[in-house]
């Protein structure tokens, strides 16, 4: 561990208080100065089970894990081999356990990590008001070095509404742990924080998601609740009516789709939230938005697949369906936010384009995005505001599909008068009639196409980092391991490269061509089985000279090691 950066889990079964204690850890932490990444593991079941809160903390922003933990702190081993894989120790890590609760799981055992104990049931079990977790929150702040005002001032704050026995029966477990912690192996300190935390912000990409969406205009919400993207409609509920929206909980995800479409229509910018199952019932609604030319954004909080498969974790294997499971020929947008911070920007972007274009958007997030929490530097305010063009005058005739220089007609909202439209999915004319004739199926195919394709996007299009002969390509929530591995390597002296695509479709051609200029090598990093991004570029771009893959599935995150080694050892 260098003193920039220490890495912490802590694992129990459901209902021991790991979440509860991770959040407040990164909570402390960010009072202190330090920035901080928390994602949360668990299995599929509803309620209880084993679950795991693995936390970063550090001095300069992070948005991914490290390459190991410097410290495993289990409450108890109720399962927590399921989460070995995800949890890499080595020699140098030191593994909390408590001696009431048994062994830990060969696959912990097996890491060679140090050992301690630290007996968290029979202190609660002495003090009655004392919770494990919150003796273990005590031990790990003290072996990290956090200072005890930080911990103490956010447990008052979370503990509020409980009355002072409760905060002082917390404060008293905390310093339990501390006290305890002094007879531990104790890894190197981190450095202090900064002092001035005022504009950072503590926030998931759910929420972020949410809050872009209400940032670019949208302002009504109809969803069917889905792992893992219920967060943001929790979010959007309560916020919408503040500004002015309504959120409406839908009986399944078709009905869903056809409200925000309903809506939109209605003059309304939408979005709904869900994941892969649930975009795969929205399909064809979602041709009915292309036909109409009706705008709309879908965020697909992706997990893994396919089915029902592994709800609680994360995965980028929707790829292939968002850009290609329409079924006819049907342009639209597909978007990616590289970071937490960046759901803000990329989901308000993507009402903007929605409107604008008047077009569906789909949103990729995921699993490891959407439920994470980390404290990041306030992002900027953005100037994307939702604005589509209205007929200003209707002649003789609206013309609501008319073949315009920008392939963009003018869209009535009900009730202006001359502005009556029939808005449905079969082939029209420019008038919105219904229509079989090939010339209008070939002219209005064009309009939907070319608006697309002529838009200026600018350069938000990918986020592009360094230089040199060698590239990394990328996506979504795989960008940021990529992003410290490549900053890695110029650190060291190496010249590479990073391309972290936002913009997926309409593909960037020109925007990929002159952003390759000089690349011999290419490595595309992303986490699906069937290497879809790979393939996405492939069918886009011209990849110059040796091309090399690192995919695979969730729920095993890439880790910025992985891709540094696999850029180092390139022969």
Not at 323 to 347: E, K
Not at 351 to 363: D, F, N, T, W, Y
């Amino acid at each position: 561990m260098s003193a920039r950066s220490v890495s912490i889990t802590m694992t129990g079964s459901g209902g021991s208080g790991v979440m509860t204690a991770g959040e407040m850890l990164l909570g402390a932490a960010a009072r202190a100065g330090w920035y901080g990444y928390m994602t949360r593991s668990s299995g599929p079941q509803i309620r209880g089970g084993e679950a795991a809160a693995m936390i970063r903390l550090a001095t300069e922003p992070v948005g991914s894990h490290h390459d190991r933990y410097d410290i495993l702190l289990a409450i108890d081993w109720q399962n927590v081999g399921r989460f070995a894989a995800e949890m890499p120790l080595d020699g140098d890590s030191l593994v909390i356990g408590d001696p009431a609760m048994g062994e830990a799981p060969k696959e912990i055992l097996a890491m060679g990590a140090r050992w301690a104990e630290l007996p968290m049931q029979e202190m609660s079990k002495e003090n009655k008001a004392w919770r494990p977790n919150m003796i273990a929150l005590g031990a790990v702040a003290a072996l990290i070095g956090l200072p005890d005002k930080h911990v103490y001032g956010l447990i008052e704050k979370r503990l509020r509404r409980k009355g002072p026995e409760a905060i002082d029966a917390s404060v008293a477990a905390v310093k339990a742990g501390a006290k305890c912690a002094e007879a531990l192996p104790a890894p190197p300190k981190m450095v202090p924080g900064a002092e001035d935390v005022s504009q950072r912000w503590s926030i998931t990409g759910n929420e972020a998601a949410g809050l872009g969406a209400v940032r670019g205009g949208v302002r009504f919400c109809a969803a069917y609740p889905i792992t893992p993207a219920t967060e943001t409609l929790e979010w959007l509920a309560p916020a919408l009516k503040k500004a002015g929206g309504v959120l409406v909980q839908a009986e399944d995800e078709l009905a869903s789709i056809t409200q925000c479409i309903g809506a939109s229509f209605g003059g309304t910018p939408s979005i709904t939230a869900t994941a892969g199952p649930g975009l795969s019932l929205m399909m064809e609604s979602l041709g009915l938005a292309v036909a109409s030319e009706t705008p709309v954004v879908v965020l697909d909080v992706q997990r893994g697949g396919p089915s029902t498969g592994i709800p609680t974790k994360s995965e980028q294997s929707d790829l292939n369906i968002a850009l290609y499971g329409f079924h006819g020929d049907a342009p639209h947008l597909v978007l990616a936010p590289t970071s937490i911070g960046d759901c803000l920007f990329t989901t308000q972007w993507a009402v903007h384009l929605a409107e604008a274009l008047q077009a569906p958007a789909i949103v990729l997030s995921d699993q490891s995005m959407g439920q994470s929490r980390a404290i990041i530097d306030a992002p900027a305010d953005i100037t994307f505001i939702a604005k589509r063009e209205v007929p200003k005058d209707f002649g003789e005739v609206y013309k609501r599909y008319a073949l315009t220089a920008t392939g963009v007609s003018p869209m009535s909202v009900p009730g202006m008068a001359g502005g009556q439209y029939c808005a449905d999915g079969l082939e029209h004319s420019q008038r919105g009639t219904p229509s079989s004739l090939a010339d209008d199926h070939i002219a209005q195919m064009d309009k939907r196409l070319q608006k697309l394709t002529a838009f200026n996007y600018g350069d938000h299009w990918a986020r592009i980092e360094g230089d040199g002969k060698t590239a990394v390509i990328t996506w979504g929530s795989s960008t940021n391991p990529c992003r410290e591995a490549t900053a890695r390597l110029r650190e060291a002296g190496e010249d590479v490269r990073l391309i972290a695509i936002r913009l997926l479709a309409p593909a960037r051609q020109e925007q990929m061509q002159a952003a390759l200029e000089g690349v011999e090598r290419v490595l595309v990093v992303e986490q699906t089985h069937g290497g879809q991004f790979f393939r996405y570029l492939r069918a886009h771009f011209d990849l110059p000279g040796e091309v090399k893959t690192l995919s695979r599935p969730g729920p095993l995150p890439m880790r910025p090691r992985e891709v540094q080694d696999e850029l180092s050892n390139w022969s």
